[in-house]
C-alpha cells in the first residue's frame, strides 16, 4: 500500500486539481489506518470538487472512527444532497477510476451496474444518518431523511416508516406516528420498538383498546415469540 500512496501523493502534488488523486491518496491513508491524513487528503478532493458522493460519505465513515457523530451527520448528509446522476457521470468519467469500468459508458451492464451501486451507497448513507439521529436524539432531521430516503427510492418502506414513526411520537405528533408505524408493521416490520412505540402513540391519543395490546407485543417479541398484527 505504500507503493500506492507514494503514487497518489506524487499525482496529487502534480496535479492538485485532480480531485480523484487526493480522494484516492486518502483511501490509501485510510487502509494503512492513517485515520488523520486520510481525513485531509479527503477535505482537499471536496475543496477542488464537492459534488462526488464518495468523499463525503467517507469523511463521514473517518468521522465515526474518530468518535464524533456532529462531524459524521454533517458528512453523510452532504453525501446524499449530491445527485446520483452526477455521481456517476463524475465516476464514469474520471480518469483514474477507469480502469475500473472497461465497458462503454453508454452500456447497458454500466448503467445496471452504476444504478444499484448507487443505491446501495446512498441507502447506506441514511441508514447512518438515522442512527445517528437516534443516539444523538435529534428527531426532526431523522422524520425529514426517514421520509426523504423513501421518496427518493434509497429506502425501503418498513424501514423509512419506522423511523419516521419513532420520530414523530418524539415529537409528539402521536397521530402521525401510530400511522406510520402501523405501515411500518404491514410492511413487516415486526420488531420489538415498532409495537412498543405504536402503543405509546395510541395511548397519547387516549386509543386506550389498543395501546396496551401493542405493549404488550412488544414484550412477545422480545421474547421471539411471533405476534401477527390483525
Known sequence: MEEFERYYRKVSQFMP?????????????????????????????????????????????????????????????????VSPLENIQYVVNARIYKPFFPFEKQSEDMATTMGKDTRDVYRRAYLHILGICDETKDYQTML???????????????????????????????????????????????YAQTFYTMGLCLQALHRLESGPALLAAASLTREGKVFKLE
Open 17 to 81: 486539481l485532480l480531485p480523484e488523486a487526493h480522494a484516492m491518496l486518502g483511501f490509501c491513508y485510510f487502509y494503512d489506518g492513517k485515520i488523520m491524513k486520510a481525513e485531509k487528503a479527503y477535505q482537499e478532493a471536496v475543496f477542488v470538487y464537492p459534488k462526488v458522493f464518495n468523499f463525503h460519505y467517507n469523511l463521514g465513515i473517518i468521522s465515526l472512527k474518530r468518535e464524533n457523530s456532529a462531524k459524521a451527520l454533517e458528512h453523510f448528509k452532504n453525501s446524499v444532497e
Open 144 to 190: 425529514v431523511f426517514a421520509r426523504r430516503g423513501f421518496a427518493g427510492g434509497f429506502l425501503e418502506k418498513g424501514i423509512a416508516y419506522y423511523y419516521a414513526g419513532r420520530a414523530s411520537y418524539e415529537l409528539k405528533e402521536y397521530q402521525n406516528g401510530a400511522v406510520y408505524l402501523q405501515e411500518a408493521v404491514k410492511e413487516g416490520f415486526h
